[in-house]
């Protein structure tokens, strides 16, 4: 499960990107709430996959090649965002 609030700006580096990384590599299932999903784009796995987050987040996952989609909910492949708080 990646957190979000601050969070993103402080953990979107290793040892956290290793572990996304080979977590994605390895087919497991992943979770992100509210800007978790900054992590997801800034790892690069966000790529082709549907996401949604909190609004004014929306450029930098899209930018990274994800499929922004606008309900609260969005499950790609084996992962489960979800926009918190709103």
């Given at each position: 499960?990646l957190?979000?609030g601050?969070?993103?700006e402080y ?15 390895s087919?497991?299932a ?13 790892v ?5 996959h ?5 609004p ?6 899209v930018?990274s ?17 979800q926009?918190?708080?709103?």
């Open positions: 499960m957190l979000g601050r969070a993103p953990l979107a580096h290793d040892p956290l990107v290793a572990l996304v990384i080979k977590l994605f590599s087919g497991k992943l979770a992100s709430i509210c800007l978790g999903q900054l992590i997801l784009a800034a690069g796995v966000a790529k082709d549907k996401i949604t987050t909190f004014p987040v929306k450029p930098a996952p930018a090649g994800a499929h922004w989609v606008e309900p609260d909910t969005s499950n790609s492949g084996g992962w489960h965002t926009l918190i708080g709103t």
